[in-house]
Protein backbone atom coordinates (compact mmCIF):
# COMPACT_ATOMS: atom_id res chain seq x y z
CA UNK A 1 0.00 0.00 0.00
CA UNK A 2 1.17 3.54 -0.97
CA UNK A 3 1.61 6.56 1.30
CA UNK A 4 -1.73 8.35 1.74
CA UNK A 5 -2.29 11.76 0.84
CA UNK A 6 -4.07 13.79 2.45
CA UNK A 7 -5.33 16.39 -0.48
CA UNK A 8 -8.46 17.68 1.23
CA UNK A 9 -6.91 20.68 3.18
CA UNK A 10 -3.57 22.45 3.63
CA UNK A 11 -0.87 21.87 5.18
CA UNK A 12 0.78 24.48 7.72
CA UNK A 13 4.45 23.64 6.44
CA UNK A 14 4.89 20.95 3.45
CA UNK A 15 9.08 20.35 3.39
CA UNK A 16 10.93 19.23 0.39
CA UNK A 17 13.69 16.90 1.58
CA UNK A 18 13.77 13.90 3.54
CA UNK A 19 17.51 14.03 4.96
CA UNK A 20 18.22 14.92 8.49
CA UNK A 21 18.00 18.77 8.08
CA UNK A 22 14.22 18.22 6.43
CA UNK A 23 13.18 15.58 8.99
CA UNK A 24 14.58 17.76 11.77
CA UNK A 25 12.61 20.91 10.76
CA UNK A 26 9.21 18.57 10.29
CA UNK A 27 9.89 16.95 13.71
CA UNK A 28 10.68 20.64 15.23
CA UNK A 29 7.53 22.05 13.87
CA UNK A 30 5.25 19.43 14.17
CA UNK A 31 5.72 18.96 17.93
CA UNK A 32 5.09 22.61 18.50
CA UNK A 33 1.85 21.90 16.77
CA UNK A 34 2.14 22.23 13.46
CA UNK A 35 0.62 19.89 10.22
CA UNK A 36 3.45 19.10 8.39
CA UNK A 37 4.38 16.77 5.39
CA UNK A 38 8.21 15.75 3.98
CA UNK A 39 8.18 14.91 0.42
CA UNK A 40 11.57 12.86 -1.09
CA UNK A 41 12.27 12.67 -4.19
CA UNK A 42 13.74 9.13 -3.16
CA UNK A 43 13.57 7.02 0.12
CA UNK A 44 13.87 8.82 3.24
CA UNK A 45 16.80 9.14 5.04
CA UNK A 46 18.61 7.94 2.21
CA UNK A 47 20.63 10.15 0.82
CA UNK A 48 24.01 11.95 2.04
CA UNK A 49 22.82 12.49 5.66
CA UNK A 50 22.85 8.19 5.99
CA UNK A 51 26.56 8.59 4.28
CA UNK A 52 27.89 10.46 6.54
CA UNK A 53 30.56 9.63 9.64
CA UNK A 54 27.96 11.38 12.30
CA UNK A 55 31.36 13.41 13.74
CA UNK A 56 29.93 16.51 15.88
CA UNK A 57 33.04 19.01 17.13
CA UNK A 58 33.00 20.58 19.50
CA UNK A 59 31.57 24.16 20.00
CA UNK A 60 32.62 27.34 21.31
CA UNK A 61 32.41 27.70 25.03
CA UNK A 62 31.95 31.26 25.28
CA UNK A 63 30.35 34.56 23.11
CA UNK A 64 30.97 33.41 19.68
CA UNK A 65 30.83 36.39 17.32
CA UNK A 66 30.89 34.61 13.60
CA UNK A 67 28.05 33.52 12.11
CA UNK A 68 29.02 29.40 11.87
CA UNK A 69 30.49 29.45 15.02
CA UNK A 70 27.36 30.35 16.32
CA UNK A 71 25.01 27.71 14.44
CA UNK A 72 28.21 25.00 15.45
CA UNK A 73 27.46 26.27 19.00
CA UNK A 74 24.17 26.13 19.18
CA UNK A 75 23.63 22.70 17.66
CA UNK A 76 26.36 21.63 19.96
CA UNK A 77 24.37 22.42 22.62
CA UNK A 78 20.94 21.11 20.99
CA UNK A 79 22.49 17.91 20.03
CA UNK A 80 23.05 16.23 23.75
CA UNK A 81 18.75 17.60 24.37
CA UNK A 82 17.94 16.14 21.00
CA UNK A 83 19.16 12.76 21.91
CA UNK A 84 16.77 12.68 24.76
CA UNK A 85 14.23 13.62 23.24
CA UNK A 86 14.71 11.06 20.56
CA UNK A 87 14.62 8.04 22.76
CA UNK A 88 11.91 9.53 24.94
CA UNK A 89 9.67 9.36 22.20
CA UNK A 90 10.79 6.33 20.23
CA UNK A 91 12.74 4.61 22.27
CA UNK A 92 16.04 4.51 19.39
CA UNK A 93 19.53 4.92 20.84
CA UNK A 94 21.34 7.25 18.51
CA UNK A 95 24.23 6.36 20.07
CA UNK A 96 25.49 10.16 20.68
CA UNK A 97 27.94 10.51 22.71
CA UNK A 98 31.07 12.96 23.93
CA UNK A 99 33.64 10.34 22.78
CA UNK A 100 36.28 12.95 22.40
CA UNK A 101 38.53 13.60 19.15
CA UNK A 102 42.16 12.96 18.53
CA UNK A 103 43.90 14.86 16.49
CA UNK A 104 47.45 13.55 14.62
CA UNK A 105 49.60 16.31 12.13
CA UNK A 106 52.77 13.59 10.75
CA UNK A 107 53.86 16.04 7.65
CA UNK A 108 54.98 19.27 8.19
CA UNK A 109 52.27 20.96 6.46
CA UNK A 110 49.90 19.29 8.44
CA UNK A 111 51.73 20.19 12.09
CA UNK A 112 51.73 23.90 10.41
CA UNK A 113 47.59 23.54 9.86
CA UNK A 114 47.15 22.16 13.42
CA UNK A 115 49.13 24.87 14.85
CA UNK A 116 46.69 27.06 13.12
CA UNK A 117 43.53 24.78 15.05
CA UNK A 118 44.98 25.32 18.64
CA UNK A 119 44.92 29.19 17.66
CA UNK A 120 41.29 28.88 16.13
CA UNK A 121 40.65 26.58 19.70
CA UNK A 122 41.70 29.46 22.03
CA UNK A 123 39.89 32.12 20.34
CA UNK A 124 36.64 29.61 20.57
CA UNK A 125 37.87 28.67 24.36
CA UNK A 126 37.41 24.90 23.14
CA UNK A 127 39.86 23.09 25.43
CA UNK A 128 42.21 20.98 23.98
CA UNK A 129 45.61 19.19 24.79
CA UNK A 130 48.66 18.78 23.29
CA UNK A 131 49.63 14.75 23.93
CA UNK A 132 52.46 12.39 23.96
CA UNK A 133 52.45 9.62 22.33
CA UNK A 134 52.52 7.31 25.11
CA UNK A 135 48.85 9.23 26.21
CA UNK A 136 48.15 8.29 22.33
CA UNK A 137 48.67 4.69 22.58
CA UNK A 138 47.49 4.48 26.20
CA UNK A 139 44.19 5.93 24.89
CA UNK A 140 44.24 4.12 21.43
CA UNK A 141 46.66 0.87 21.68
CA UNK A 142 45.97 -0.45 18.35
CA UNK A 143 47.43 2.57 16.58
CA UNK A 144 50.98 1.28 16.84
CA UNK A 145 54.41 3.57 17.37
CA UNK A 146 55.43 2.63 14.01
CA UNK A 147 52.44 3.88 12.52
CA UNK A 148 52.30 7.12 14.42
CA UNK A 149 55.62 8.30 12.61
CA UNK A 150 56.46 11.10 10.02
CA UNK A 151 56.34 8.88 6.95
CA UNK A 152 59.46 11.22 5.60
CA UNK A 153 61.76 10.66 8.28
CA UNK A 154 60.28 7.59 10.13
CA UNK A 155 60.32 9.10 13.50
CA UNK A 156 57.87 10.11 16.06
CA UNK A 157 59.27 13.35 17.82
CA UNK A 158 58.22 15.77 15.31
CA UNK A 159 54.49 14.39 15.03
CA UNK A 160 52.23 16.51 16.69
CA UNK A 161 49.03 15.17 18.61
CA UNK A 162 45.94 17.13 20.19
CA UNK A 163 42.89 15.73 22.08
CA UNK A 164 39.75 17.91 22.29
CA UNK A 165 37.70 16.33 25.11
CA UNK A 166 33.84 17.60 23.49
CA UNK A 167 34.19 16.36 20.27
CA UNK A 168 31.04 13.85 20.12
CA UNK A 169 29.51 11.43 17.77
CA UNK A 170 26.15 10.46 16.70
CA UNK A 171 25.58 6.68 14.72
CA UNK A 172 23.65 9.33 11.87
CA UNK A 173 22.19 5.96 10.61
CA UNK A 174 19.89 5.15 13.82
CA UNK A 175 19.49 9.04 14.20
CA UNK A 176 17.71 9.11 10.84
CA UNK A 177 15.71 6.22 12.05
CA UNK A 178 14.59 8.00 15.49
CA UNK A 179 13.90 11.27 13.29
CA UNK A 180 11.46 9.29 10.92
CA UNK A 181 10.14 7.57 14.06
CA UNK A 182 9.46 10.62 15.98
CA UNK A 183 8.06 12.08 12.83
CA UNK A 184 5.67 9.15 12.20
CA UNK A 185 4.81 9.63 15.88
CA UNK A 186 4.01 13.44 15.73
CA UNK A 187 2.00 13.02 12.92
CA UNK A 188 3.81 14.09 9.98
CA UNK A 189 2.64 12.83 6.49
CA UNK A 190 6.08 11.02 5.18
CA UNK A 191 5.39 11.26 1.33
CA UNK A 192 8.28 9.05 -0.68
CA UNK A 193 9.25 8.36 -4.79
CA UNK A 194 8.18 12.04 -5.23
CA UNK A 195 9.04 11.58 -8.65
CA UNK A 196 9.55 14.51 -11.27
CA UNK A 197 8.76 17.08 -8.33
CA UNK A 198 8.12 20.82 -9.42
CA UNK A 199 6.76 23.43 -7.50
CA UNK A 200 3.78 25.96 -8.83
CA UNK A 201 3.90 29.55 -8.19
CA UNK A 202 1.65 32.83 -8.58
CA UNK A 203 3.11 36.05 -8.57
CA UNK A 204 4.94 35.50 -5.02
CA UNK A 205 3.86 32.83 -3.57
CA UNK A 206 4.13 29.01 -4.02
CA UNK A 207 1.07 27.61 -4.70
CA UNK A 208 1.13 23.62 -4.64
CA UNK A 209 3.63 20.95 -4.96
CA UNK A 210 3.33 18.83 -7.76
CA UNK A 211 5.06 15.59 -8.43
CA UNK A 212 4.18 11.73 -10.05
CA UNK A 213 3.63 9.07 -6.67
CA UNK A 214 5.78 5.44 -7.31
CA UNK A 215 2.61 3.94 -7.99
CA UNK A 216 0.94 4.15 -11.56
CA UNK A 217 -1.57 7.50 -11.20
CA UNK A 218 -1.80 11.14 -12.02
CA UNK A 219 0.48 13.85 -10.97
CA UNK A 220 -0.28 14.86 -6.72
CA UNK A 221 -0.72 18.40 -5.73
CA UNK A 222 0.09 18.99 -2.28
CA UNK A 223 -0.67 22.66 -0.81
CA UNK A 224 0.68 24.22 1.96
CA UNK A 225 0.61 28.16 3.82
CA UNK A 226 4.27 27.22 3.61
CA UNK A 227 7.07 25.69 1.72
CA UNK A 228 10.69 24.50 2.77
CA UNK A 229 13.10 23.67 0.36
CA UNK A 230 15.41 20.94 2.18
CA UNK A 231 16.91 19.66 -1.05
CA UNK A 232 20.71 19.19 -0.23
CA UNK A 233 22.84 18.88 -3.33
CA UNK A 234 19.53 18.64 -5.31
CA UNK A 235 18.46 22.13 -4.51
CA UNK A 236 19.97 23.75 -7.50
CA UNK A 237 18.29 22.44 -10.15
CA UNK A 238 15.09 22.20 -8.34
CA UNK A 239 14.93 25.63 -7.75
CA UNK A 240 15.88 26.68 -11.10
CA UNK A 241 12.67 25.86 -11.81
CA UNK A 242 11.55 28.50 -10.01
CA UNK A 243 14.15 30.99 -11.95
CA UNK A 244 16.08 31.38 -8.94
CA UNK A 245 20.38 30.42 -9.08
CA UNK A 246 22.11 29.19 -6.34
CA UNK A 247 25.83 28.63 -4.83
CA UNK A 248 24.83 25.09 -4.47
CA UNK A 249 26.68 22.09 -6.03
CA UNK A 250 27.24 18.36 -5.40
CA UNK A 251 30.76 17.28 -3.57
CA UNK A 252 30.89 13.36 -3.56
CA UNK A 253 32.44 11.64 0.07
CA UNK A 254 33.36 7.68 -0.14
CA UNK A 255 33.14 5.69 2.74
CA UNK A 256 34.24 2.58 4.12
CA UNK A 257 32.89 0.17 7.23
CA UNK A 258 35.06 -2.20 8.77
CA UNK A 259 34.40 -5.16 11.36
CA UNK A 260 36.03 -5.33 14.59
CA UNK A 261 35.46 -7.73 17.26
CA UNK A 262 35.30 -4.98 19.46
CA UNK A 263 35.80 -0.93 19.40
CA UNK A 264 39.75 -0.89 18.72
CA UNK A 265 39.89 3.08 20.26
CA UNK A 266 36.51 4.53 21.23
CA UNK A 267 37.11 8.04 20.30
CA UNK A 268 37.16 9.60 16.56
CA UNK A 269 40.86 9.82 14.96
CA UNK A 270 40.98 12.53 12.54
CA UNK A 271 44.17 13.54 10.12
CA UNK A 272 43.65 16.06 7.49
CA UNK A 273 40.51 16.02 5.88
CA UNK A 274 40.49 11.99 7.02
CA UNK A 275 38.73 10.15 10.26
CA UNK A 276 38.27 6.80 11.31
CA UNK A 277 35.12 6.81 13.36
CA UNK A 278 34.43 4.04 15.92
CA UNK A 279 31.04 2.37 16.62
CA UNK A 280 30.17 0.89 20.01
CA UNK A 281 29.39 -2.82 18.33
CA UNK A 282 33.19 -3.03 16.57
CA UNK A 283 32.76 -1.34 13.50
CA UNK A 284 34.92 1.33 12.31
CA UNK A 285 33.96 3.92 9.66
CA UNK A 286 36.59 5.43 7.13
CA UNK A 287 36.58 8.66 5.54
CA UNK A 288 36.32 10.36 3.46
CA UNK A 289 37.35 12.67 -0.14
CA UNK A 290 36.04 15.68 -1.72
CA UNK A 291 35.74 15.06 -4.69
CA UNK A 292 33.57 17.59 -7.34
CA UNK A 293 32.13 15.03 -9.99
CA UNK A 294 28.42 16.39 -10.55
CA UNK A 295 26.18 13.46 -9.11
CA UNK A 296 27.79 10.54 -9.92
CA UNK A 297 27.77 8.28 -6.48
CA UNK A 298 29.76 5.25 -7.67
CA UNK A 299 32.90 4.44 -5.64
CA UNK A 300 36.41 4.65 -6.99
CA UNK A 301 38.66 2.00 -6.64
CA UNK A 302 41.31 4.59 -6.37
CA UNK A 303 40.40 6.41 -3.43
CA UNK A 304 38.87 3.05 -2.07
CA UNK A 305 42.62 2.01 -1.78
CA UNK A 306 43.43 5.53 -1.07
CA UNK A 307 41.57 5.50 2.16
CA UNK A 308 42.13 1.78 2.66
CA UNK A 309 46.24 2.79 2.76
CA UNK A 310 45.57 5.79 5.30
CA UNK A 311 43.69 3.89 7.53
CA UNK A 312 46.31 1.06 7.78
CA UNK A 313 49.06 3.42 7.83
CA UNK A 314 47.67 4.29 11.29
CA UNK A 315 46.04 1.04 12.67
CA UNK A 316 47.73 -1.70 10.67
CA UNK A 317 45.54 -4.24 12.56
CA UNK A 318 42.45 -2.92 10.19
CA UNK A 319 44.04 -4.72 7.29
CA UNK A 320 43.23 -8.05 9.29
CA UNK A 321 39.67 -7.16 9.56
CA UNK A 322 36.75 -7.81 7.31
CA UNK A 323 35.91 -4.91 4.53
CA UNK A 324 31.95 -4.82 5.49
CA UNK A 325 30.69 -1.82 3.08
CA UNK A 326 31.78 0.78 0.66
CA UNK A 327 29.83 3.93 -0.18
CA UNK A 328 29.15 7.06 -1.29
CA UNK A 329 27.29 10.14 -0.58
CA UNK A 330 26.80 13.90 -2.57
CA UNK A 331 27.17 16.68 -0.26
CA UNK A 332 25.25 20.23 -0.71
CA UNK A 333 28.77 22.29 -1.03
CA UNK A 334 28.40 26.32 -0.92
CA UNK A 335 30.40 29.01 -2.86
CA UNK A 336 30.73 30.48 0.05
CA UNK A 337 31.03 27.67 2.74
CA UNK A 338 27.89 28.83 4.30
CA UNK A 339 24.75 27.31 4.10
CA UNK A 340 21.57 28.69 2.84
CA UNK A 341 18.83 29.58 5.58
CA UNK A 342 15.65 31.77 5.73
CA UNK A 343 13.47 33.09 2.50
CA UNK A 344 12.97 32.36 -0.52
CA UNK A 345 13.28 35.41 -1.81
CA UNK A 346 10.83 36.48 -3.81
CA UNK A 347 8.19 33.93 -2.63
CA UNK A 348 6.57 35.16 0.83
CA UNK A 349 6.17 31.64 1.84
CA UNK A 350 8.74 29.92 0.33
CA UNK A 351 11.94 28.85 2.74
CA UNK A 352 15.11 27.43 2.57
CA UNK A 353 17.63 25.05 4.15
CA UNK A 354 20.54 23.71 2.47
CA UNK A 355 24.16 24.07 1.56
CA UNK A 356 25.63 22.94 4.51
CA UNK A 357 28.16 20.84 2.79
CA UNK A 358 29.45 18.29 5.03
CA UNK A 359 28.28 20.01 8.75
CA UNK A 360 24.49 18.88 7.76
CA UNK A 361 23.93 16.37 10.59
CA UNK A 362 26.02 18.67 12.75
CA UNK A 363 24.22 21.69 12.22
CA UNK A 364 20.89 19.90 11.83
CA UNK A 365 19.35 20.78 15.00
CA UNK A 366 20.10 24.15 15.21
CA UNK A 367 19.25 24.63 11.60
CA UNK A 368 15.64 23.02 12.99
CA UNK A 369 14.67 26.09 15.61
CA UNK A 370 15.86 28.30 13.55
CA UNK A 371 14.19 28.10 10.69
CA UNK A 372 10.67 27.46 12.55
CA UNK A 373 11.50 30.85 14.17
CA UNK A 374 11.79 32.04 10.90
CA UNK A 375 8.90 30.75 9.77
CA UNK A 376 6.67 31.50 12.77
CA UNK A 377 7.95 35.38 12.51
CA UNK A 378 9.73 35.10 15.35
CA UNK A 379 13.19 36.44 15.90
CA UNK A 380 15.73 33.47 15.42
CA UNK A 381 18.41 32.92 18.67
CA UNK A 382 20.95 33.72 15.40
CA UNK A 383 20.51 36.18 13.06
CA UNK A 384 19.86 34.80 9.84
CA UNK A 385 20.80 37.75 7.48
CA UNK A 386 24.42 36.06 6.71
CA UNK A 387 22.85 32.90 5.72
CA UNK A 388 19.97 34.50 3.55
CA UNK A 389 19.63 33.41 -0.04
CA UNK A 390 20.67 36.24 -2.03
CA UNK A 391 23.60 37.55 0.02
CA UNK A 392 24.91 40.54 -0.60
CA UNK A 393 21.58 41.91 -3.19
CA UNK A 394 18.79 43.31 -2.16
CA UNK A 395 15.56 41.07 -2.47
Given at each position: MGTQYDLTSKYDLAVIGGGVIGLSIAAQCAKNGWRVCVIDRDRIGKESSWAGAGILPAGASGLADDPIEQLRQLSDTLHAQWAEWLYELTRIDTEYQRCGGLYIARSPAERATMRANCLWWQELGIEYEPWSIDQVLSRCPMLEPQSLADPSTQSTSRVDFYWVQRDAQVRN???????????????????????????????????????????????????????????????????????????????????????????????????????????????????????????????????????????????????????????????????????????????????????????????????????????????????????????????
Open positions: PRHLIALKAACQTLGVCLIEQAKELSLQADGTSIQSIAFTPDEPGNRVKIVADRVCLATGAWTGPLLKTLGIETGIYPVRGQMQLYRFDRPPFACVVNEGHRYMVPRKDGRVLVGSCEEEVGFHKENTQEMMDQLADWASSLCPMIRRVPLEMQWSGLRPGSIDGFPYLGTLHPYTNGYIAAGHFRHGLHWSTATAVLMEQHMRGQKPLIDLEPFRLHRGNVS
